[in-house]
C-alpha cells in the first residue's frame, strides 16, 4: 500500500494560565501511534525568537515528521486537530492555535527560510499562508490563526546543524497547579553525574534546581542535554515523589544561540531583533532602580543602551567592571523605545574584546619623606604636611589601575538564560550539519 510522508506543526496553544503546546505533542505521539504511523524523527520542539510581544510563555512550536499509509490520513489529521483543540485554552484572549499540515518529504529552501526568520526576527501570517498555498499545504487556525506562523516555522526548521534534545516528564492531571514534589538532592547528584553533556539543570550560584517550571502547566521537569542517551540516563537519576503520567524526547534548538543574528552597525538594531554588535563602552555603568546596570554602547553610526538586569548574576557583576572605552561584543533581545527608556539591548552574553586602561588622578608623593602631600588650592601646587616641603609646580600624578576584569566570554547565569541561549557547558560541544539522528528510546507513555 502506497505511504506518504507529512510533517504536522502546530503553536501558539498555551496561555499564562494553563496548558502546555509540548504535551499537545506527547499525546499526540501517543495516538498517532495506534495508527501505526513512522516517526521519521524525535518529535521537534523549535524555540521562536524570545522578544516578540505576542508570544506564549517559551515561544515554542511543535513538529511531528511522520511516514503513513495514505487510506488513514484524514484520521490523522481529524486526531490532530481534535486533540489541538481540546487542550488548547481557547478562552484566553492571547492563545490563537494553528496547525499545518505539510504533505511533501523534502522541506523547500523557501520554508526553511521563513523558519530562520521567525527564529531571528519578525514575520506575519500573511507570508505563510502564501508558502502554504505554493506548496500545497493545509492550515486550521483557531481564533485569529497566529500559530499557524510557528506550526510552518517548526516544520522549515529542521535541526540539520547544532540541536540538543530535552526530555520532558508530564504531571498527573490531578497535580496540575499543586507545589512539584521532585527531591532537590537527586537533581544536584544529576548534573554532576552527567556533566557537561546535560545542561541548566541547576543554578549552582544560588544553589537553585531551574529543571522544574512554576505555573500550573502538566510539565513536571525537563532535562536538557546533547543526546537521548544522556537525557535518558539522567531522568533514571532524578528521584519525584509524585507520579509521571508520560515523559518524552525532543530534539530542538535550545541552549545553540540559532536565535543571534550578527548586525555590523548600531543604527541596523531593531526592536524586538535579537543581536550580536561590537561596540566601545561610551557611559560607565550605572545601577537604576531594582539593581539593573545600565551602559551605552557606540559605534561610528550611533548609540544604543544596553541593560544587565539583576537576575542575571553574573553578567550583571561583568557589565558593572566595564568602563568608557572598552571594546565589546554584546549579545541579546532589543526592546522597543517608550517614553521612558530608549532603544535598549536586553543581555545575555558579552564578550571582552580589549579593555581601556584605567586611570586615576593622585597627589603627588612627597620627595623627601614619601607621605602624599596635600593640594595648596587651585593652581598653587602641594604642599607635604609632614616635613612641611611645598613644591608649587607639583600637579596630580597619572596611576594606572589594575582591572579587574578579563577579556572573554561572560554569559548571564543559568536561572536567568532563554531556551535558546547557549550555556557555556555547551561551548565545544556542538553538532555539525549532517549529524545523523538515530531514533531509539524516543517517548514513553501509558
Known sequence: MKTKTMHIGFDD????????????????????????????????????NPNVPWKTRGNGALCLRIKYTEKIEEAIKETVIACVEEHSDLEFRGTEPGIVFFPQKKIPKEVKAFAKNTITGIVNLKDALRLLKKFGAEAVGFKNGRGIIGGLAAIGETLEGDHTYELIAYRVPENYGLKRRVDQASIFEMDKATAPYT???VDWEKGRVIITPRGPDPILFGIRGETPEVVKKAFGIVKTFEPVERWVIFRTNQGTDVHLRRVRKLEDVEPYHPVIIRGF????????????????LKDESGKVDCAAYEPTGALRKVARKLIVGDYVEIYGGVRAPSSAHPLTVNLEKIRVLKLAPKILYQNPACPKCSKRMKSMGKDKGFRC????????NATKVEVRVKRNLKRGLYVTSPRSQRHLTKPLRRYGLEKRRGTAVKLADKWHFP
Do not use: Q
Request: hydrophobic residues 35%; positive net charge.
Open 13 to 48: 496553544t498555551d496561555s499564562t494560565r494553563k496548558g502546555c503546546t509540548t504535551y499537545i505533542a506527547a499525546l499526540l505521539v501517543e495516538k498517532l501511534s495506534k495508527f501505526g504511523v513512522e516517526f521519521l524523527d524525535y518529535p521537534n520542539l523549535i524555540r521562536l
Open 199 to 201: 545542561f541548566n539543570n
Open 281 to 296: 563602552v561610551a557611559s560607565n555603568p550605572r545601577i537604576v532602580p531594582r539593581r539593573h546596570i545600565i551602559f551605552s
Open 385 to 392: 604636611e609632614k616635613c612641611g616641603f611645598k613644591d608649587p
